[in-house]
């Protein structure tokens, strides 16, 4: 179900102007359209009780999901609510609410929908809907995601023969796509980003395919990959310096480069970096080579995965040693860490 905004101005549940029908569908293609909404809208007026409305789903004849919107763990009322204290809602946007039980994903084994699978859905009073699936192949390339390339095309020198298309298994959320999210980004402001485009700048997945002139061995490997791609043929580039290059691409930030919210990515071989695997070495044990690391966590859980990757200095925050640490490297977002680092590192060491 999709609650549909009406002034802006006015709080939940009276800046609801009504509500509509639409499955929430990414497994295939919907005939029409993705995600398509209706037949009906449904005012507020014509609906006694929003919160006691039936709602059903039948693939191929057969009832998938059964539901009643006063089983909702946030009602449309609470929604509407939250979202309006990140993002302006403007008189027409839709809001996708929730489906009911019965999700196919999470059956035992999980169920997925077929190209030629009929569903037809409905609530009483927004209507019903019948859509047909269909593959990917059946629509134009603009209606799926691609591996494409476009490095080479946008500010670098010579095809992309050295990409390696990889598919995303995991991805991280930080500020930077916050600010995007808000509006507040500088990017969007100065030029070098806008809308629409796939944010994902911090991610891991595996290679799924390699260019000609890319060792076939990493098809399947596990994989990261930095977020600067520079030109690699300006001077700050030759000098390894690619996030200063001017005419740089950021993955899912800046010149158009997407993230790794899309399926699959083709980045710069010389991009990427491989991880940890079973088969590798700890790679605790590649840095006791050059260095003794100490690590510090804040539960005993994470103290216990670092021990088991190796670490063999782990600590609280209460049991650090008082050692003349040689470098600090600060990777929490909490406020007195910085300053603790500070008081950890020699004074004649540095600290990040």
Not at 147 to 172: F, I, K, N, Q, Y
Not at 196 to 202: C, I, K
Not at 272 to 299: D, F, N, V
């Amino acid at each position: 179900m999709l609650s549909k905004i009406g002034e802006p101005s006015r709080p939940p549940p009276e800046c609801a102007q009504g509500y509509v029908l639409g499955p929430l569908s990414a497994a295939l293609q919907l005939e029409g359209t993705f995600d398509p909404a209706g037949p009906w809208l449904a005012t507020t007026a014509e609906i006694d009780d929003v919160l006691a409305l039936g709602m059903w789903l039948d693939v191929n004849g057969v009832r998938r999901q059964t539901g009643n919107t006063k089983t909702m763990i946030f009602d449309p009322y609470f929604i509407v609510h939250y979202l309006s204290q990140f993002l302006v809602l403007e008189p027409g946007d839709l809001i996708n609410t929730g489906t009911p039980p019965g999700v196919g994903m999470g059956l035992t084994p999980s169920v997925w929908l077929r190209p030629g699978d009929v569903m037809e859905l409905g609530i009483k009073y927004p209507g019903t809907q019948r859509q047909r699936g269909s593959s990917h192949s059946e629509h134009p390339p603009h209606a799926r995601l691609r591996a494409d390339c476009p490095w080479g095309v946008r500010g670098a020198a010579g095809p992309c023969t050295g990409g390696r298309p990889r598919r995303t298994s995991r991805l991280g959320v930080c500020g930077t796509d916050v600010e995007f999210f808000t509006g507040e980004m500088a990017y969007l402001h100065q030029g070098p980003s806008a809308f629409p485009m796939r944010l994902g700048h911090e991610w891991t997945g595996r290679v799924a395919a390699v260019g000609a002139e890319v060792d076939p061995a990493w098809v399947g490997r596990r994989i990261m990959g930095d977020t600067m791609l520079g030109c690699r043929t300006c001077r700050r580039c030759l000098r390894g310096h690619q996030p200063m290059c001017e005419i740089r691409q950021e993955l899912g930030i800046r010149g158009e480069r997407a993230g790794a919210l899309a399926e699959q990515l083709a980045v710069p071989a010389s991009s990427l970096h491989k991880c940890l695997t079973p088969s590798t070495p700890y790679w605790a044990r590649w840095w006791s080579r050059a260095a003794t690391l100490h690590l510090m966590g804040r539960t005993q859980r994470s103290l216990a995965f670092a021990r088991e990757l190796g670490f063999a200095h782990v600590w609280t925050e209460e049991s650090v040693p008082d050692l003349p640490f040689d470098a600090v490297v600060n990777a929490s977002n909490a406020i007195h860490l910085p300053d603790l680092a500070l008081d950890l590192v020699d004074p004649a060491a540095s600290c990040t």
